[in-house]
């Protein structure tokens, strides 16, 4: 079973950045629509950016401009680069995977703490 596995999380000050990793051993990005969501404590989780089979490129509203998720399909990674680090980024952060067939495949999450 296709298993993405999220690296990159840490904690950092506010104003820095970070840059997360998704790879899936076995398994191509090409043809597959993938995301990047958050679920911070007490809170539900909640979508983040997306990229769809074709390359478009989706994000949530109140990260716009800050974030910016990208795909090397070559690598099967998908990264998610996240600049001007504030406390409410604070949260783990999940990888998706849908499939072609429509199959979905979540990741164990990394853990992102921004520190003031």
């Known amino acids: 079973q296709v298993q993405p596995v999220e690296s990159g999380g840490g904690l950092v000050q506010v104003g820095e950045s970070l840059r997360l990793s998704c790879a899936a051993s076995?398994?191509?990005?090409?043809?597959?629509?993938m995301g990047w969501y958050r679920q911070a404590p007490g809170k539900q989780r909640e979508f983040v950016a997306s990229?769809?089979?074709?390359?478009?490129?989706n994000y949530s509203d109140s990260l716009k401009g800050r974030f910016t998720i990208s795909r090397d399909i070559a690598r099967n990674t998908a990264f998610l680069q996240m600049n001007n680090l504030k406390p409410e980024d604070t949260g783990v952060y999940y990888c998706?995977?849908?499939?072609?067939?429509?199959?979905?495949?979540w990741g164990q999450g990394t853990q992102v703490t921004v520190s003031s």
């Open positions: 998706k995977i849908v499939s072609v067939s429509g199959s979905t495949y």
């Open positions: 076995g398994w191509t990005f090409r043809g597959s629509e």
């Open positions: 990229i769809s089979r074709g390359g478009s490129l």
